[in-house]
C-alpha cells in the first residue's frame, strides 16, 4: 500500500471546507441481517423508532435495508437460511407498521452500485484501521472466528459505508455498540472529499435515548437475544409461545418466597416492563399499582410474587403484539404482493445508488465514456 494514500482521519473536518458537504435533504438508512425472524428485542430497539420516525414528517426519504450481502459473509455455507429469511424480515416490517408508501425496502445484493462503491472505499482504508475498529473486534471473538475470519466480514465497515453514503444518508439509527461504524463511515467520506472532490454526505448516528430502548436481554437474562440460544420472544409467536416464554422468563433467583425481598435489577420481567409498560396499563390489567414505579417498590419489599409480574407483562405484550401478529398473517396471505413490493423498492434504492455512484465516478475521473472533454483532448492530441 503505497505510503502516500491518504489516511481516514479521525477529527471533525479536518479543518478543510472541501471535506464537508451540505446535504439537500434529510435521509434516513437502516436496515436488519435476514438471518431469521425478528423479535421483541427488534421491535424495542429499532422497529417501533423506524415506525414513528417515518410518520414524524421529518425526513424527506427513509431507507430500509435487508442486508443479505452482509448476512452471507459468515453464513456462506448456508445461503437457503438468508434467502427464506428475506421474506420473514420483510413480513415483520410491514406488520409492525413500516409503509411502503412512506419507506422504501430494499434487498442488498439487489444494488450492484453497493459493491462498486465498496471497492473503491476500500482503497482508502487501511487494513490496520479496520483491525482497530472495536465493533469489529467484538464481532470477530463472539462468532469464534480467531484467525479465520472472511474477508467479506473483517471488510464490513467499508461495506456499510457505501450503504450509506450510496444514499446520501443524514442519520443512521444505531445502538451505541455501532458507532464506530459510524464513525468509520465519517472518516470514509472526509478521505473521498478531500482526494476527488466534495461530493459525499457524513452521516449523524441516532442513538436511542431511553434505557428501555435499548438492547433487551433474552427470556433467560442472558445480555442477547438470539434463535440460536432459544430465548427470545419473536414478533411472529403464537399468543401461547409467548405465555410460555413469559412464565419460564429469568427473574431474581434469591426472590425464592413471596415474602422475600426482590431485585428488579438484573430482572427480566421488569427490564421488560421498562420497555413495553404504559401508565394506563396498570388502569386496564392491574388496577392495584398507580405506577410502575408503585409495583418494582412493593416487589422490593417483598410480598409480591414473580407468577403475579408475568401474568401483567404477558398482557402487555400479548395487546402489542396482538395487531402486530394480525397484519403479519394478512401478508402472509398475499405473498406475491409482498415481491412486488421488494422489487419496487429495489428498483427505487437502485436508482438513487446509481445517481451517487454516477457522482462518485466523475470525482475519480473514471466516467471515461460520459467525458466529452476527454475524449475531445484526446482526440485533438493524437490527431496533432
Not at 465497515?157 to 461504524?181: E, H, N
Not at 414473580?306 to 402472509?332: G, M, Y
Request: proline share 6%; aromatic share 8%; net charge negative.
Amino acid at each position: 500500500m503505497s505510503k502516500d494514500m491518504p489516511e481516514c482521519s479521525s477529527d471533525a473536518h479536518d479543518g478543510e471546507a472541501t471535506s464537508f458537504v451540505e446535504p439537500q435533504q434529510k435521509i434516513i438508512l437502516t436496515g436488519d441481517r435476514p438471518t431469521g425472524r425478528l423479535h421483541v428485542g427488534h421491535y424495542v430497539g429499532s422497529l417501533r423508532e423506524r415506525v414513528a420516525l417515518q410518520n414524524s414528517g421529518t425526513f424527506d426519504e427513509i431507507f430500509i435495508m435487508i442486508a443479505d450481502a452482509q448476512a452471507l459473509t459468515d453464513n456462506a455455507d448456508n445461503p437457503e437460511k438468508v434467502r427464506q429469511n428475506i421474506v420473514e424480515v420483510a413480513l415483520d416490517y410491514l406488520s409492525c407498521g413500516i409503509d411502503p408508501a412512506k419507506t422504501t425496502i430494499f434487498i442488498q445484493s439487489q444494488i450492484p452500485e453497493l459493491f462498486e462503491l465498496t471497492s473503491y472505499y476500500m482503497n482508502l482504508v487501511t487494513v490496520a484501521r479496520v483491525q482497530r475498529n472495536p465493533t469489529v473486534k467484538s464481532e470477530i471473538q463472539m462468532r469464534g472466528f480467531a484467525a479465520d475470519v472472511p474477508c467479506g466480514f473483517f471488510t464490513y465497515p467499508i461495506s456499510q459505508a457505501s450503504d450509506i453514503t450510496a444514499f446520501k444518508a443524514t442519520t443512521v439509527p444505531v445502538g451505541v455498540d455501532q458507532l464506530p461504524m459510524i464513525e468509520q463511515t465519517r472518516e470514509i467520506v472526509r478521505s473521498f472529499n478531500r482526494t476527488y472532490g466534495p461530493v459525499l454526505i457524513e452521516p449523524e448516528a441516532l442513538i436511542p435515548t431511553e434505557e428501555s430502548s435499548k438492547r433487551l436481554p433474552g427470556i433467560d437474562g442472558k445480555a442477547k437475544m438470539s434463535k440460536s440460544l432459544g430465548n427470545g420472544i419473536y414478533l411472529a409467536d403464537s399468543p401461547e409461545e409467548v405465555a410460555a416464554k413469559v412464565r419460564s422468563m429469568y427473574t431474581d433467583p434469591a426472590h425464592v418466597n413471596l415474602a422475600d425481598p426482590g431485585h428488579v435489577e438484573g430482572n427480566a420481567v421488569f427490564t421488560y416492563l421498562d420497555a413495553f409498560c404504559k401508565p394506563e396499563h396498570f388502569a386496564e390489567f392491574l388496577p392495584e399499582y398507580a405506577s410502575l414505579d408503585e409495583l418494582k417498590d412493593h416487589y422490593r419489599r417483598g410480598g409480591l410474587g414473580d407468577v403475579k409480574c408475568k401474568q401483567f407483562l404477558n398482557k402487555i405484550l400479548e395487546e402489542t403484539l396482538s395487531p402486530i401478529r394480525a397484519r403479519r398473517h394478512e401478508w402472509e396471505c398475499n405473498i406475491p404482493t409482498l415481491y412486488d413490493l421488494l422489487a419496487a423498492g429495489c428498483k427505487r434504492a437502485q436508482a438513487a445508488a446509481g445517481e451517487t455512484l454516477s457522482e462518485v465516478k466523475r470525482a475519480m475521473r473514471i466516467d471515461y465514456f460520459a467525458d466529452e472533454g476527454l475524449i475531445a483532448e484526446q482526440t485533438q492530441r493524437y490527431r496533432s
